[in-house]
């Protein structure tokens, strides 16, 4: 049975399997990546970010301060891709986050379940449920 399974594995490989790459040339890999907006223009920077330093002060008692938002799928904690805030000593939450360009929504999650604005940013937007993000604009 296992010599059946075998041999119907190796007839159905799809044609020229294993005999090289007959599409053409190797892609440059040291050109410059295209963008969606077309090809990149000569000395326009690549995978420009933004470094935004975050504080979240009046929580000197939670346990956890994360970041989450629209660039990290909305992760609920660490392990699905918010970001780790550090406690100071003198209680104020800290952490830094790298923005590609463009618009990004966001939210401080305290204490595993306490989603909260940013009470020091005045740009929101009405995330369609009634409640608001806070809105940062990368613009390197």
């Known amino acids: 049975m296992r010599f059946a399974l075998i041999l119907l594995l190796v007839a159905c490989r799809p044609p020229g399997y294993g005999k090289g790459d007959d599409v053409g040339p190797d892609p440059d890999v040291d ?56 406690k100071g000593v003198d ?23 306490n989603w909260i604005i940013d009470p020091t940013n005045p740009d929101q937007v009405d995330d369609g449920t009634g409640n608001m993000n806070s809105l940062f604009l990368c613009a390197p």
């Open 31 to 86: 050109a410059p990546a295209a963008t969606e907006d077309g090809p990149p223009v000569d000395g326009e920077q690549q995978g420009a970010t933004c470094d935004k330093e975050f504080r979240l002060d009046g929580h000197s008692t939670a346990s956890t301060v994360w970041l989450t938002g629209s660039f990290s799928q909305w992760g609920a904690d660490p392990a699905h891709g918010a970001t780790e805030f550090a």
């Open 91 to 113: 209680g104020a939450w800290t952490g830094s986050y790298a923005f590609e360009a463009g618009s990004h929504q966001y939210k401080f999650i305290v204490n595993a379940n």
